[in-house]
């Protein structure tokens, strides 16, 4: 027992998960909310005591007499959706994982649960019609086909021996609207591999974490990044997480782009490709090379 009568918390492991889990439940019911950060068509309902002590950014807005504090909401509409999700959700939960779904976009339900494009009632009154407007024959009323003809004595063998050796071809069942397509096109065991790229994804969300001032999202971010990016520097995310993060952030900051700069100078080959060379011409990546091989060659930061 501490003093004072305040219990240690160290005592009752398992508490401070369900102080987490807890907090990120409010961001699924959205209950108490009181302020709305919405993103073209995304909207988070949450709540000033968790956000704004995370966000620089936040904190000013809802704080004062700026219209965002006075309407309880703000519109981010120059980010990419995707990111603002996974830095909502870190908010909540001090994660976030590209793949992310989260349940708390608030969203109008749908009018019906049958789809716009059939109704049931068109199901149950249509009747087939044929171009002359005369009503189709029913199975009993039409003659049986003549049986098939015997093929050609030269190849009957060779055609019977193809039948035999022919496999019957899988049906594929029309899929319902209300069936997930992976139950029915056996995709149920396809899952987010660790072969996935997701190096663009980290830099906007690291870009985020320095815009809206929330410095552990940041860090968080490029901590994903270098896991990652010595195993996908051959994909074309690779190129496009260049591009994002040296048009996205400041030439001073430099954590990422190091991180960028010393995968390159490991492997130089990359230079060889024509789409890594139109990356290094249209960024600053050329220079930061340029001045890393130099600084390298005179004993400097180098990562040579």
Not at 46 to 61: D, G, N, T, Y
Not at 66 to 89: C, Q, R
Not at 201 to 228: M, T
Request: some cysteine; overall charge negative; hydrophobic content about 35%.
């Amino acid at each position: 027992m501490a003093p004072n009568g305040i219990t240690n918390s160290a005592s009752f492991p398992g508490h401070s998960d369900e102080l987490i889990e807890s907090i990120a439940n409010l961001l699924v019911s959205g209950k108490y909310s009181d302020i709305v950060i919405t993103c073209q068509n995304d909207r988070y309902e949450v709540h000033r005591a968790i956000v704004c002590p995370r966000s620089s950014f936040f904190e000013a807005a809802f704080n004062g007499n700026f219209s965002e504090a006075i309407n309880g909401k703000i519109d981010l509409p120059d980010d990419d959706p995707a990111a603002v999700e996974m830095m909502v959700h870190y908010l909540y939960h001090l994660d976030y994982t590209p793949s992310t779904i989260s349940t708390s976009k608030v969203s109008p339900a749908p009018e019906s649960e049958t789809p716009p494009y059939i109704e049931a009632d068109d199901l149950n009154q249509a009747t087939p019609t044929v171009f002359d407007s005369r009503p189709v024959a029913s199975f009993e009323e039409n003659t049986p086909p003549p049986p098939p003809l015997p093929p050609p004595p030269a190849m009957s063998k060779k055609v019977s021996k193809m039948t035999k050796k022919k496999k019957a071809k899988p049906v594929l069942q029309p899929v319902s609207p209300f069936v997930n397509p992976s139950q029915t096109w056996g995709f149920s065991n396809i899952t987010n591999s660790e072969s996935s790229s997701h190096l663009c994804s980290h830099a906007k969300v690291y870009a985020l974490g320095e815009k809206y001032g929330i410095r552990g999202l940041k860090a968080l971010a490029l901590q994903k990044f270098e896991n990652e990016v010595e195993h996908h520097t051959e994909s074309e995310d690779f190129l496009l997480a260049v591009k994002e993060l040296y048009t996205s952030t400041v030439d001073e900051d430099r954590p990422l782009r190091d991180v960028v700069v010393k995968t390159m100078t490991k492997r130089t080959s990359l230079l060889n490709r024509e789409s890594v060379q139109e990356v290094v011409k249209s960024t600053e990546l050329g220079f930061d090379l340029l001045m890393n091989l130099t600084s390298a060659s005179r004993g400097g930061w180098g990562f040579m």
